[in-house]
Nanobody, 127 residues
Framework: QVQLVESGGGLVQAGGSLTLSCRASGRTVNTYRMAWIRQAPGKERELVSV????????YYSGSVKGRFTISRNHAENTVYLQMNSLTPEDTGVYFCAADRRPLIYIIHGVPDEMDYWGKGTLVTVSS
């Protein structure tokens, strides 16, 4: 079992920055790939970024590449999402999720297939 708790969401003006954190607990959490998935109002869930067990294995969706940075700290069992140059289109609930499948399956699969989920944290970007 893996438990995930997100924090760091809030209200920010367009052009601003936020850093989300996801604290994971569980005996083997460092063997999981960790992802950030967001859901905008009225839209389906979208994979934003995922990081492998090796921190060099990283994927970003085209909509956030160059603006967001994912990282993980194995010692603290924490995953971060640094978000810069935010736009109103980044508004949504951001979920942290964990899965053991290879990165390629996570990237090309359906976000709902992730094994474990946090409850999400709301990010609102005002124009």
């Amino acid at each position: 079992q893996v438990q995930l708790v997100e924090s760091g969401g809030g209200l920010v003006q367009a052009g601003g920055s936020l850093t989300l954190s996801c604290r994971a607990s569980g005996r083997t959490v460092n063997t999981y790939r960790m992802a950030w998935i967001r859901q905008a109002p009225g839209k389906e869930r979208e994979l934003v970024s995922v990081i492998g067990t090796e921190i060099s294995d990283i994927y970003y969706s085209g909509s956030v590449k160059g603006r967001f940075t994912i990282s993980r700290n194995h010692a603290e069992n924490t995953v971060y999402l640094q978000m810069n140059s935010l736009t109103p289109e980044d508004t949504g609930v951001y979920f942290c999720a964990a899965d053991r499948r290879p990165l390629i399956y996570i990237i090309h699969g359906v976000p709902d297939e992730m094994d474990y989920w946090g409850k999400g944290t709301l990010v609102t970007v005002s124009s």
